[in-house]
């Protein structure tokens, strides 16, 4: 992917859109994970942004997820 991106926005920032490429692209950055950990953690704990930050955390940090 190219750089070009770097300034676009996301679609809603407060939710993870995984369904489309450019916010995807976003997120991952933003949140400096892969596209496999934001997928787990938004099916973990569902596409707001604050509880997938949160998740990425404690998946950082060895602890599993709370639901």
């Known amino acids: 992917m190219s750089d070009d991106r770097k ?3 996301p679609l809603d920032p407060g939710r993870v859109h995984l369904t489309d ?13 892969t596209e496999a ?3 787990q953690a938004v099916a ?6 604050t509880a997938v930050r949160e998740q990425l955390h404690r998946l950082r940090q ?3 997820g709370l639901r």
């Open 7 to 9: 300034h676009l926005a």
């Open 21 to 33: 490429p450019e916010d995807l692209y976003y997120w991952c950055r933003e949140l400096h994970c």
């Open 62 to 64: 060895g602890q599993p």
């Open 37 to 39: 950990q934001l997928t």
């Open 44 to 49: 973990s704990v569902g596409p707001h942004v």
